[in-house]
C-alpha cells in the first residue's frame, strides 16, 4: 500500500524521535551496567512508541494504514533491541559480553537467588529473553559474576579422612557406616611414622580426629589449621584409654584454642546451647571422657554447644577460623554405631553435624535404614 507525502514526513519525524529515544535508553543502559545494578528492557517501552506513532500519525492526517503503524513499530522494536545490545557489548569493563538467545532461562548455580550466569572463557553469558513482542523481560545484571568453583544445583561427593585409629569397641565401624551413608571415607596415619603433609590433607573435604597414635609437631599443627581455615571440616573426639594417649589430639587443637583436660567424666548429655548441630537433640551419650577447655584468644571463634552435668562441665565446642568450622567432642561412643538402636538421636547428631561442617557445596548424609 503507498505512503502519502504526509504520512511519510510524519513518518520521518518519528523515525528521528525514536532514534532520539533509542539513544537515550542506551546511555541509560550503559550508565546502568555498574556493580550492583541491572536494567530490564521490556514489551512496555515497545508499546509505548508504538502507541505514540499511532497517535501522531492519526492526529495529523487521521492516516488509518495498518502497514504504516506495524512499519515503525517494528522499527521501534528492532532500535530498541539494537539499543540494548550495544549497552551489554560496549561495556569497558566486560568485553566480549552478548545477550544470551531468547527463551534461555537462570542457571539454577549460585549462591544468590534466581542463580548467577555461567563464565565461559570467550565471555559472560547472561540467560533471558530478548523477545520484546510480548514475551518475558530481558534481564541484564551486571553483577552476576561467575558461579563458585563446583557450584550448581547438585551437591557434590563428600570426602572424608580419618586420622587414627578406630575407638575399641570390634562390634562397631564407623567408617562403614560413613560410606552407607553416601560418603567417601579413608582412614589414615594409623601407624606413628605417617608425616602430616599439606598433600597428605588435600584430598578431603572433612577430617575426623580419631584415636590418635602420637603428638603431631608444631609445624603439623601449622598445616592442619591453614587447611581448616581454607574451607575445611573437622571432627575431634577423645577418651579412648584413660592415658596420656588420650590427649595427642591437643597437638593439632593447638592453633585453634582449644584443648581437651581432666577426670573421665560421662554423661549422658542432656543440656544443649542453640545451634545447627544441637538442633532437636536431647540426650547425646558420653561415657569415660574428658571436658573439652576454651583456652581464649582471638585464633578462632569457639562456642560451648553442649554440657554435661558435673559442675556444667563442657562437652562439646563448635569452632570457626577462617572459611572453616570444626566440633570438638570430648568422647568417642558416639562413633560406636552398633549401640545406636537404643540412641537414635546420636544418628542425627552426626548428620547435623556433617552438614555443618562440611563445604556448602557438599551432599549431606544419608544414613540407611
Known amino acids: 500500500m503507498a505512503i502519502g507525502a504526509g504520512a511519510a514526513g510524519a513518518a520521518t519525524r518519528l523515525v528521528w524521535r525514536v532514534l532520539h529515544a533509542a539513544s537515550e535508553i542506551n546511555q541509560r543502559t550503559t550508565r546502568a551496567l555498574t556493580p550492583r545494578?541491572?536494567?530490564?528492557?521490556?514489551?512496555?517501552?515497545?508499546?509505548?512508541?508504538?502507541?505514540?506513532a499511532a497517535a501522531h500519525l492519526d492526529s495529523r492526517k487521521r492516516v488509518r494504514c495498518t502497514a504504516e503503524v506495524l512499519f515503525v513499530r517494528l522499527l521501534a522494536g528492532s532500535l530498541l533491541s539494537a539499543s540494548a545490545l550495544l549497552g551489554c557489548s560496549g561495556e569497558p569493563d566486560r568485553p566480549g559480553s552478548a545477550v544470551a538467545a531468547a527463551g534461555t532461562s537462570h542457571s539454577a548455580a549460585g549462591s544468590g537467588p534466581g542463580g548467577s550466569p555461567s563464565t565461559g572463557t570467550a565471555g559472560t553469558s547472561f540467560a533471558g529473553s530478548?523477545?520484546?513482542?510480548?514475551?518475558?523481560?530481558?534481564?541484564?545484571?551486571?553483577d552476576a559474576g561467575p558461579t563458585e568453583q563446583g557450584g550448581g544445583s547438585e551437591c557434590q561427593?563428600?570426602?572424608?579422612?580419618?586420622?587414627?585409629?578406630?575407638?575399641?569397641?570390634?562390634s562397631s565401624n564407623f567408617q562403614a557406616w560413613l560410606e552407607k551413608s553416601g560418603t567417601s571415607a579413608q582412614r589414615i596415619h594409623t601407624t606413628v611414622n605417617e608425616p602430616l603433609t599439606a598433600a597428605t590433607l588435600k584430598p578431603f573435604d572433612v577430617l575426623v580426629l580419631d584415636w590418635l597414635t602420637r603428638d603431631y609437631t608444631p609445624e603439623e599443627a601449622a598445616i592442619f589449621s591453614?587447611?581448616?581455615?581454607?574451607?575445611?571440616g573437622m571432627m575431634s573426639m577423645t577418651g579412648y584409654s584413660n592415658t596420656?594417649?588420650?590427649?595427642?589430639?591437643?597437638?593439632?587443637?593447638?592453633?585453634?584454642?582449644?584443648?581437651?583436660?581432666?577426670?573421665?567424666?560421662?554423661?549422658?548429655?542432656?543440656?544443649?546451647?542453640?545451634?545447627?548441630?544441637?538442633?532437636?537433640?536431647?540426650?547425646?551419650?558420653?561415657?569415660?571422657?574428658?571436658?573439652?577447655?576454651?583456652?581464649?584468644?582471638?585464633?578462632?571463634?569457639?562456642?560451648?554447644?553442649?554440657?554435661?552435668?558435673?559442675?556444667n562441665a563442657v562437652a562439646g565446642i563448635a569452632i570457626q577460623v577462617g572459611k572453616g568450622r570444626g566440633i570438638v567432642w570430648g568422647d568417642e561412643w558416639i562413633e560406636f554405631d552398633s549401640e545406636w538402636s537404643t540412641l537414635p538421636e546420636i544418628t542425627q547428631f552426626?548428620?547435623?553435624l556433617f552438614a555443618w561442617i562440611a563445604p556448602k557445596n557438599k551432599c549431606e548424609l544419608t544414613p540407611p535404614k
Not at 157 to 170: K, S, T, Y
Not at 268 to 290: C, E, K, M, Q
Open 157 to 170: 561427593h563428600l570426602n572424608i579422612g580419618i586420622l587414627g585409629n578406630p575407638g575399641a569397641r570390634a
Open 37 to 52: 545494578s541491572s536494567i530490564a528492557l521490556g514489551p512496555t517501552s515497545a508499546r509505548n512508541l508504538c502507541s505514540l
Open 350 to 352: 552426626w548428620v547435623q
Open 226 to 232: 591453614l587447611w581448616l581455615s581454607a574451607g575445611g
Open 130 to 142: 530478548s523477545s520484546f513482542a510480548g514475551g518475558p523481560n530481558l534481564i541484564v545484571d551486571a
Open 244 to 311: 596420656a594417649a588420650d590427649f595427642h589430639a591437643n597437638s593439632l587443637l593447638a592453633p585453634l584454642r582449644v584443648e581437651y583436660g581432666g577426670p573421665l567424666l560421662s554423661g549422658p548429655v542432656v543440656d544443649f546451647a542453640i545451634h545447627p548441630v544441637t538442633a532437636g537433640l536431647t540426650s547425646v551419650t558420653f561415657s569415660g571422657g574428658y571436658t573439652v577447655t576454651d583456652l581464649g584468644g582471638g585464633a578462632s571463634t569457639r562456642t560451648p554447644i553442649a554440657f554435661l552435668p558435673d559442675a
